[in-house]
Nanobody, 121 residues
Framework: QVQLVESGGGLVQTGGSLRLSCAAS????????SAWFRQAPGKEREFVAV????????YYADSVKGRFTISRDNAKNTVHLQMNSLKPEDTAAYYC??????????????WGQGTQVTVSS
């Protein structure tokens, strides 16, 4: 069993930066890929970024490529999402997930409670 807790969300102006963190508990975390998804009101959950178990492979949604960076520290059981050059369309609840290496949210077994990111124009 893995528990995930996100932090780091908040209100930021267009062009600003935020760093989201996901703290994991459970001995199997380092055996799982980890990803970030987001969901805006009235919209479907959207893939943002995924990182492999070792951290050696990453993949990003086209909408965030070049602006967001996902990283992980297995020694500390944490995953981060550095978000730069934020845009109003990045506004959403951001969720950390752990499971298979995939962009499909349905393949992930473990989820955090979410952290809100709001980008003002």
């Amino acid at each position: 069993q893995v528990q995930l807790v996100e932090s780091g969300g908040g209100l930021v102006q267009t062009g600003g930066s935020l760093r989201l963190s996901c703290a994991a508990s459970g001995r199997t975390f380092s055996n799982l890929a980890s990803a970030w998804f987001r969901q805006a009101p009235g919209k479907e959950r959207e893939f943002v970024a995924v990182i492999s178990r070792s951290g050696g492979t990453t993949y990003y949604a086209d909408s965030v490529k070049g602006r967001f960076t996902i990283s992980r520290d297995n020694a500390k059981n944490t995953v981060h999402l550095q978000m730069n050059s934020l845009k109003p369309e990045d506004t959403a609840a951001y969720y950390c997930a752990a499971g298979g290496y995939s962009g499909n949210w349905r393949t992930y077994d473990y989820w955090g409670q979410g952290t809100q990111v709001t980008v003002s124009s």
